[in-house]
């Protein structure tokens, strides 16, 4: 992740609306926390209907909601009830990933079904639930409040790892997609956000790294901190209304010129 300096005051997520996915466990359930903790309308996403509740229960305030997003016909009834929990969304972070094969396999080796889930999770789950949210955020950008979309990369998105192909390809599509959202969102007040955690001390990292010694990984409250910081940086530096306003016209001038 690249270095933030962030400029936003204590307050900064104080109110702001947010949506979690794969909120019960490692650094999701850490975000619920740190976001929670920030004075943030917190609503979280998680598979397990046990681990959600304990979740909602260990974090009073937080709504907690049960949902696959790799799983197209769950998308619609988890953006349903992520609006009607918290009244509207600032930002959402796609965070729920998978690794593909456990143990990690070649790609020569990876089952066509294996590939398909970590694109299904890490890829088309994130474009999904943003394009349902989609609404709901340019709606909150035009009434003048900050909007982030974060996706949580790796930087097996961009280093190839032998072993993490399934993993490490869908979070390069993902990381590319953030890209494309914030040139074709910015303008109407949407930012969008790619960054890489580090390797942590999670459940996932150790399906991946058995054998791995956690002293030498990251917390994962520690890189909930670092991404809280950098959303609260994001929306330090958004343009105002009439700022986005003014980007919108220049660019559909700019696109007529061309035209």
């Known amino acids: 992740m690249n270095e933030v300096h962030n400029t936003a005051s204590p307050d900064s997520l104080r109110g702001l609306r947010v949506a979690i996915t794969g909120g019960t466990s490692g650094l999701g359930l850490a975000l619920v926390r740190e976001m929670a903790s920030r004075g943030a309308h917190v609503a979280f996403v998680a598979r ?20 696959d997003v790799s799983r197209k016909q769950e998308i619609h009834p988890i953006a349903l009830q992520i609006l009607g929990r918290l009244g509207g969304l600032d930002a959402l972070v796609n965070n729920a990933s ?9 790609l020569s080796d990876t089952e066509c079904e294996d590939f398909e889930q970590a694109l299904a999770t890490n890829v088309l789950g994130p474009f999904r639930l943003t394009k349902a949210l989609l609404g709901a955020l340019t709606a ?3 009434q003048g409040r900050a909007v982030v979309v974060l996706n949580v990369s790796s930087d097996a998105a961009i280093n190839a790892y032998s072993g993490w192909g399934a993993y490490g390809a869908s979070k390069a599509a993902l990381h590319h997609m953030s890209r494309i959202w914030h ?4 303008a109407e007040g949407v930012q969008f956000l790619s960054a890489n955690p580090g390797d942590m001390d999670t459940p996932l990292h150790a ?13 994962p409250g520690t890189a909930a901190t670092e991404l809280a ?5 994001a929306i330090a530096s958004a343009p ?11 660019l559909h001038e700019n696109a007529a010129r061309v035209a």
């Not at 959600?52 to 009073?60: H, R, Y």
């Not at 910081?229 to 940086?233: E, K, P, R, S, V």
């Not at 105002?240 to 220049?250: D, G, N, R, T």
């Open 240 to 250: 105002s209304p009439a700022e986005s306003s003014a980007s919108a016209k220049l």
């Open 48 to 67: 397990n209907r046990d681990r959600v509740a304990t979740g909602a229960l260990e974090n009073p305030g937080t709504h907690g909601i049960v949902g």
């Open 183 to 186: 040139e074709e969102l910015v």
């Open 207 to 219: 399906l991946a790294v058995p054998d791995a010694d956690p002293v030498t990984l990251k917390r």
């Open 140 to 142: 909150s950008a035009r």
């Open 98 to 106: 998978s690794l593909g094969p456990t143990p990690l396999a070649l």
């Open 229 to 233: 910081d950098l959303i609260a940086a």
